[in-house]
Nanobody
Framework: QLQLVESGGGLVQPGGSLRLSCAAS????????ITWFRQAPGKEREAVSC????????ENADSVKGRFTISRDNAKNTVHLQMNSLKPEDTAVYYC??????????????????WGQGTQVTVSS
């Protein structure tokens, strides 16, 4: 079965850290650009971070720059999102998505080949 599975979400206090993982099964992520999205209740879905399939270049949304880092572990067929200095406004369901492409971008919209089911991140004291 071809799918993406996210993990690592949970409840964390403001200023804390979490690392999300996006694991692929049934296919390899080498040729896919990966984007992490999030959606909070009542808000539109937002692309927060992405990593290209080619040179591994990354892009982050302004809202998470300096706090979130995306990375690949090709040996484990997984992409991680390290989230530091978390704020209450980071609370959302986080999704990863994959598309066959050399480059990635958090701007604009595009069609993705695969989506994960999402993992909840709650930042609260």
């Amino acid at each position: 079965q071809l799918q993406l599975v996210e993990s690592g979400g949970g409840l964390v206090q403001p200023g804390g850290s979490l690392r999300l993982s996006c694991a692929a099964s049934g296919f390899t992520l080498d040729d896919y650009a990966i984007t992490w999205f999030r959606q909070a209740p009542g808000k539109e879905r937002e692309a927060v971070s992405c990593i290209s399939s080619g040179d591994g270049s990354t892009e982050n949304a302004d809202s998470v720059k300096g706090r979130f880092t995306i990375s690949r572990d090709n040996a484990k067929n997984t992409v991680h999102l390290q989230m530091n200095s978390l704020k209450p406004e980071d609370t959302a369901v986080y999704y990863c998505a994959a598309v066959v492409d050399y480059y990635c971008s958090v701007q604009g919209s595009r069609l993705y080949d695969y989506w994960g089911q999402g993992t909840q991140v709650t930042v609260s004291s």
